[in-house]
Every structure is written in C-alpha cells, then in structure tokens.
C-alpha cells in the first residue's frame, strides 16, 4: 500500500495538509495543489524536512486544463498516481432570495465540478492499471441542506452523487472510490469537541489501505459531542 503517488487536491494548512503528511509518513510521494502555492510550500518543508518526497503544484480545481496539467506533473515527478483526493469546497452564507447567480457556479464549481475533474482524471489514468483510490472531502451539507447554506448543499450533495456513481462504475475495476462525511467543526481544543485534522487524515489512510473484500464507499466522522 505504500507504492504510487498521491495527489491531494485543495490543500492547506488544515486538513488537505493533514492528509498529505499521513500518506507522506506511509511512503507515499505526495503532490499537493491548491490556487496559491504560497501556502503550500510550508507543507512540502514539512515532508521533505522529515525525509519524505512531496511537491507543491499552484492549480484551480475548477479548471480543467489545471487539473491535467497537475496530474502529468505528478506521474512525471513521482509516478502513476495510486491516490487522488479531492478536498476543495465553496460556499456563500446568504438567504435564498439575496444569492447572486455568479456565487452559485461559483460555489458549485469549487464544490463539485471540481470533484468531477479530479475523479474523471484520475479513473482515466487508474482504469487501465486496474488499480487505485479516489477519495472525496464530503460535508454535513452532503445530507442535510441547512437554512442560508443553499450554494454549500448544491455543491456537497452533488459530490456525494458523484461519488456515489462513481464507486459503483470503478469499483468492479479495481479502482476504490468514497466518500467522506465531515460532520461538525475542523479544529484542535482540549476536550476533542473538534474535528482533528490529523485523526481525519488517518481514517483517510486507513479506508485507502483496506483490503477490496471489505472496502467502505461511505464514511461518516463526526466529534465524540457532536449532535446529529
């Protein structure tokens, strides 16, 4: 499970981060992209500092010729990619009747076209191995549509279908896809009342490492207090 490289796509210091260090620590080279680079490059000194191979790639999910462009920079630096995860979202908090139509595609694209970029590329690169996990960053917002959070659900519930879909398409070809229910606040405090990025990250790993006769397409975490 430690061969081939990992592309994670939306990262930053939270839990794209989190997640790329875990694959990192396992052996995994790691190729990390969001829009601004800046933000990256403390993430790839992290790894490279602790002995692992990682590279920062500036690339917009929304864009297709991006998303391209990071896979072939990935497989060119590392290998074929064995790991994709798509982490990127979007969203404006706004009543119904004040949403402007620009917000909306805005929203939706970072949330779930996005994620359709990602996983297309990488089933194209993943089918003919036979070989692979796609793994998508889902949200509350994936099952519930809140009041004022209508872009945010648009976006999460779509992801949610697509993976859905998705998993039942490629899993029969060896490529295992899920989805993740992140259900309550991302933080570290002392009573665990938060998310932690780096205990998200390792169920990340974890369900890429499980064996294909019991692979989990739908995983929900949630804060040991959290109401649901």
């Known amino acids: 499970m430690t061969e081939g490289t990992v592309v994670v796509l939306g990262a930053g210091p939270g839990l794209g981060g989190a997640i790329a260090r875990r694959f990192a620590t396992a052996g995994h080279p790691v190729a990390i992209a969001a829009r601004g680079q800046a933000k990256l490059d403390p993430i790839v000194a992290g790894i490279t500092g602790g002995g692992g191979r990682a590279v920062a790639i500036a690339a917009d999910a929304t864009r297709e010729a991006d998303v391209q462009a990071l896979f072939d920079r ?119 009342a938060g998310l932690r990025p780096d205990a998200i990250a390792e169920t990340y790993y974890q369900v890429h490492s499980q064996h294909r006769s019991a692979w989990s397409t739908k995983v929900e975490l949630r804060p040991w207090v959290e109401n649901f």
């Open 74 to 192: 990935a497989e060119a630096e590392f290998g074929p990619v064995r790991v994709a995860v798509y982490n990127a979202s979007g969203r404006v908090r706004k009543p119904i009747a004040e949403i402007e139509t620009a917000e909306v595609e805005d929203a939706w694209r970072r949330s779930c076209f996005g994620g359709f970029l990602l996983g297309r590329e990488a089933a194209r690169r993943m089918a003919p191995r036979g070989a692979g996990t796609i793994l998508f960053t889902g949200a509350s917002a994936s099952v519930k549509g809140y009041a004022l959070s209508a872009t945010f659900a648009m976006g999460k519930f779509g992801l949610l279908g697509l993976a859905e879909s998705m998993a039942r398409e490629l899993q029969p070809k060896g490529i295992h896809v899920a989805h993740f229910v992140i259900d309550g606040g991302i933080g570290e405090n002392p009573e665990d």
